[in-house]
């Protein structure tokens, strides 16, 4: 009987022990240090620099002749599938062709176009990574240009110069369509490529089409690079970090 005794008191003894102990652990409710925020912050808005080369198509030249054209815009970036782009360009467009006659009129066979245009463009994503993006490009635009011959001369007044009665507008649409690439750097900034069809709406860039042997609106074609610049930054999301509990001490 004594030893029964004796057994029960020993277990109630350790029960006693181990319940004090677990009462005296303390714990330290503490942010875990070693968590870490690795989302990156958004560019919804970007700024656009940049430079082309441009090669016309048309009665005297197919795509031959390169000149230069410089570009600004503003990207949209905020969606996943289709972003847009507004810009502005202006540069020159040339052609030539020494040997250039036709029957019945003498065209001019050299001429040099400046052009400014205001165009807005939707860019269809095929690829959208943090860092990088490939995208098909289609727009609209307002396309003006003021055609000179080899000794600077304005040929839109100079009637001679065309079959008779011909006039044309120097105010034209035309619809860009391109494939281009982007890289981001972690901070927004970035370079880019895009090549473009301009399809302008006209057959006079040139100053030639009742004289002219080709049929159909005089065309360009772009290869641009640019760089571009963060207008607006959005902030990576801040999430509550997690909560671990650790022991800092245990009485026996």
């Known amino acids: 009987m004594l030893k029964k005794i004796c057994l029960i008191s020993c277990f109630f003894c350790l029960v006693g ?3 004090a102990q677990d009462e005296a652990e303390v714990y ?6 070693s968590w870490v925020d690795r989302s990156r912050p958004t560019f919804p808005i970007l700024l656009e620099l940049g430079i082309s080369g441009n090669a016309y198509r048309g009665d005297l030249s197919n795509y031959q002749k390169w000149s230069a054209c410089y ?8 969606s996943r599938l289709i972003n847009s782009r507004l810009g502005i360009s202006f540069g020159f467009i040339t052609g030539e062709n020494r040997f250039y006659d036709f029957p019945g009129g003498t065209p001019n066979n050299f001429f040099r ?18 860092t990088f993006s490939v995208y098909l490009a289609q727009g609209i635009g307002l396309f003006r240009f ?14 001679d110069s065309r079959a008779d009665g011909e006039t044309f507008a120097n105010n034209v649409f035309f619809l860009p369509t391109g494939i281009g690439a982007n890289y981001f ?8 490529l895009q090549a473009n069809i301009l399809n302008t709406q006209t057959d006079y860039l040139d100053n030639i089409s ?3 042997l080709q049929n159909g609106n005089d065309n360009v074609l772009r290869f641009k690079f640019y760089i571009y610049a963060p207008l607006k930054i959005i902030p990576p999301k801040t999430f509550s970090p ?11």
């Open 146 to 159: 003021q055609v000179r011959n080899d000794e600077g001369e304005d040929l839109f007044n100079r009637l």
């Open 17 to 19: 022990a181990a319940r």
């Open 210 to 212: 009742e004289w002219g």
């Open 71 to 78: 570009h600004a815009g503003i990207r949209f970036n905020r």
């Open 113 to 130: 176009s400046s052009v400014f245009s205001l165009d807005y463009e939707l860019h269809i994503n095929l690829i959208k990574r943090p």
């Open 242 to 252: 997690p909560r671990t509990r650790r022991r800092l001490y245990t009485h026996n």
């Open 28 to 33: 330290d409710l503490r942010a875990d240090s």
């Open 185 to 192: 750097l972690k901070n927004g900034y970035g370079i880019g």
